[in-house]
C-alpha cells in the first residue's frame, strides 16, 4: 500500500471538488427540473433524475429534524478535519485521505443546504422492477465513496499486518518473492 505522496491541499481539493460538484447539480435540477413532477429518463425505468427536497435523512428518516442535522454535521466535519490532519501527519495512505476528504465534501454539499434551506435537494433516483430505492444526490454519493476508500484502505492494511510476522519484518514468503526480483 502506498502512503502519503501529495500535499495536503490536494486533499482539500478533493473536498471542494466534491462539494462544488454536489453543489452545482443541485442548482442545476432546482432551476430546470419540476419539483416533485417531473422525472427524466436517464437508463428507461431503471434510473431517473427526478426532483424532491428531503428534510430528513437518509430513506426520509427523522423528518424536521434540521437542529439535529446542523449539529451533527458540525462534530462530524470537526471530527473528519481533526482524523485528516491527524492522519496526514502520520503517513496515512491516499486511499485514507481521499476518503476523508471525500467524506468532508459531502457533508458539507448537505450540510450548507440544511443550514440554509431546512431540507436537501435531491434528484437521483434507481428503481429495481416495484422497488424505488431512496432518492439521493451528488454529496451522498461522495459520502458512500468515501466510506467505500476507507473501508478498501482498511482491508488492504490489514492484509498488509496480516502479511508482516509479530515484529514488523517481512515473511518468509515476501521475502523470497523480493529477492528473485
Known sequence: MQRRIWPIWVYYGIAVFAFLADYASKKFISRTVELNTEKISV?????????????????GMLQE??????????VVVSGLLWYLHRS??????????????????????????????????????FNFGSYTF????????AITVGVGLIILDALLTMKQEKNANGNGEQ???????????
Open 171 to 181: 515473511t518468509k514468503d515476501e521475502s523470497a518473492g523480493q529477492q528473485s526480483v
Open 43 to 59: 437508463l428507461g425505468n431503471f434510473f431517473e433524475i427526478t426532483h424532491i427536497r428531503n428534510r430528513g435523512a437518509a430513506f
Open 65 to 74: 429534524q434540521r437542529l439535529f442535522f446542523i449539529l451533527i454535521t458540525i
Open 134 to 141: 431512496p432518492i439521493f444526490n451528488i454529496a451522498d454519493t
Open 88 to 125: 496526514y501527519r502520520s503517513a496515512g495512505s491516499i486511499l485514507l485521505l481521499s476518503g476523508l476528504a471525500t467524506i468532508l465534501g459531502g457533508a458539507l454539499g448537505n450540510f450548507l443546504d440544511r443550514a440554509l434551506y431546512g431540507e436537501v435537494v435531491d434528484f437521483l433516483q
